[in-house]
């Protein structure tokens, strides 16, 4: 099978850092760049984590691209302080890494997304894990790229679980309801992945210690990054015994869809209170023959969970 082209769209905290662990530890995908947005950090920090990790994982070869400081109905962002909590002020668990040793690209975020569609069209999968803004204006500059790319995947949203930050708001979703809204309404080929599986995928210090004892500087470090995120979801959510893998696991449903089950819909984004960021089908099309977005509601834990170990432990005793 062809690889295919990936960019990843990410607010980079945590769970962003092991998104780009798993995509680079992907034989099936080729990372071309990542874009930068705001959420767990503000945008620039987001751009500065990326190529901090790129670095310790040796591909300084990947271009990070700058994308927009905060939503499209807004005129400024501050990071919310449970994102704070859940990855450290600094996004990757106060771990500190060595400063990047070269700078983001002159290009923006959204002139790059525009670009790859162009380029690479229906190999072209993009993978937004905050929330949507640098797509939507893409979507607005360039309306189309929806014919032309293959695949978006997201990471966002939630349908049959309440969300996490208002009761039915999640986090990416809530930064921007707008943007998720043109996003979601439009020609794109799109696949969900929201809580309803992302709380399913969990990973524990009994995970990290064999990544500590690899002994390597990434595995050390990404020991150390990944232990004070279980420690934030133990302090905030007990119930769940471990942290979950929301970003890296939209990077592997995107590339293989077959690790969920998904149901079609058509759907849309509230975006007035008390409502806004619900994630729901549309019921202006219900009855339309052909649906856009794939909703992911179940996945394979264990498949998956043995694929994400086999392919970061693998990743990190090189490095």
Known sequence: MAQKKMILDLDTG???SLAI???LASEEVDLIGITSTYGNVITTQAGQNSLQILELLGRTDIPVYLGLPHSSTTDHFDVMQVSKDIHGVNGIGEVILPPAQRAVEST??????IESAHQYGDDLIIVPTGPMTNLAAALKKAPEITALVGNVTF????LTVPGNVTEVGEANINQDPAAADQVLRSQFDLTMVGLDVTLRTLLTKQETQLWRDLGTKASVAFANIVDYYIDAYAA????LHGCALHDPLAVGVAID?????TIGLNMKVETVAPFAARTVGDVERLNQATTNVNVAVN???PGYLHRFMHRLTALFAQQ
């Open 21 to 23: 662990a798993y995509a």
């Open 155 to 158: 990471m966002g949203g939630a």
């Open 108 to 113: 923006t975020a959204v002139d790059f997304l």
């Open 14 to 16: 945590i769970d962003d």
């Open 236 to 239: 905030l959510n007990p119930q």
């Open 299 to 301: 996945v394979d834990v």
């Open 257 to 261: 869809p077959s690790l969920v089950q």
